[in-house]
DNA sequence: GTCCAGGAAGAAA
DNA sequence: TTTCTTCATGGA
């Protein structure tokens, strides 16, 4: 298949490259994989996954399509992909108005410059990876991950390298929870996954029935009846999945930490100091929580 | 050996 | 309603 090459549009500030860097951070992430300069991507496109190409280009991303169908509606498809996942196209500066006005955090449209929350499109890979990412450390987390999709998941190797899709929730569903729990899963974790995944599979939930809830709170709620998603999982999901932008996931345990190296608040229970930090960034808190994440990592 | 990790559920107080 | 206990393992 010819390769072929568009351009998504960022508007300023975007840096590609913190994004980038973002995407990797040093951990072991098999949901894409990071070149010098780019980012390859299996995108799972309503039943057309294609391998993306995705590097920096001077008005924002240059998207080259290298496997996979070019039909009609595919570069449509990949563009609002990317925009959900990278949000290339937001406009970020009234954050950074809002970062310019507290000291402690006035250095970070300079230090982290044009990065996006990072989004995680699929509803069901951020409440699976909230689940696993609860209470162990992040390197454990993804190798955890890691193990789950290799095992249930679709891939398509090409020139070497191995893409891989999320595992489906309708094979999840069915996922043998002695298999998760010899991968060294918690057994209550296996039981939370495969819940979850049959709740997905069932259509009990979905994304788009999460979206048709009116509000916040609804949604929220919808979530947390879900066993294994408490109030941090469920601000997790809305915060990277549906991209709410006024969702914390409070009590996070490296939001705390960056909130107290950046002394916002003076210990760990704090709340009035937090409310009042986040009272000032209305309408930005997840983005406030993704830079305070972005924080936590000296880039090497 | 100790303490903490991008927590949650169920029991106990 | 709030506070403990358990889950389970890796990394510092």
Redesign the pocket.
């Known amino acids: 298949m010819p390769s072929r090459s568009f351009i998504i549009p960022a508007s300023d500030p975007f840096s590609f490259d913190e994004c980038r860097w973002f995407l990797d951070r040093g951990f072991d992430e098999c949901m894409h994989t990071i070149l010098p300069g780019r980012v390859r991507k299996l995108i799972p496109l309503p039943g057309n996954p294609v391998l993306a190409d995705l590097r920096e280009h001077p008005d924002g991303i240059e998207a080259t399509l290298l496997e996979g169908k070019d039909a009609t509606g595919t570069e449509a498809a990949l563009r609002a992909y990317v925009q959900d996942w990278l949000a290339p196209q937001e406009d970020i500066l009234p954050f950074y108005a809002r970062l310019s006005k507290v000291p402690a955090l006035a250095y970070m449209p300079a230090a982290f410059g044009g990065l996006r929350l990072i989004g995680i499109p699929d509803l069901f890979e951020a409440l699976a990876w909230?689940i696993i990412?609860?209470?162990?450390?992040?390197?454990?987390a993804y190798r955890l991950k890691r193990r789950m999709v290799e095992r249930w998941g679709e891939s398509y190797e090409t020139g070497g390298e191995v893409y891989h899709l999320f595992p489906q929730p309708a094979v999840m569903a069915n996922a043998d929870p002695a298999e998760l729990r010899a991968m060294?899963f918690?057994?209550?974790k296996a039981e939370y996954l495969i819940g979850v995944a049959q709740q997905f599979a069932s259509g009990n939930i979905s994304k788009s029935s999460l979206l048709a809830l009116p509000g916040l709170e609804a949604r929220r709620r919808a979530l947390?009846d879900l066993?294994?998603?408490?109030?941090?999982?469920?601000n997790?999901a809305l915060m990277?999945s549906i991209r709410d932008a006024t969702c914390i996931p409070h009590g996070?345990?490296?939001l705390l930490?960056a909130l107290l190296s950046h002394q916002l608040i003076a210990d760990k229970s704090d709340h009035p100091s937090m409310e009042k930090l986040y009272r000032r960034f209305k309408g930005w808190e997840s983005y406030l929580v993704a830079y305070l994440?972005r924080s936590l990592a000296v880039k090497s």
Request: proline share 0%.
């Open positions: 909230s990412g609860q209470q162990i450390n992040l390197r454990f060294q918690t057994g209550r947390t066993r294994g998603i408490g109030i941090w999982s469920a997790y990277k996070d345990a490296g930490n994440w």
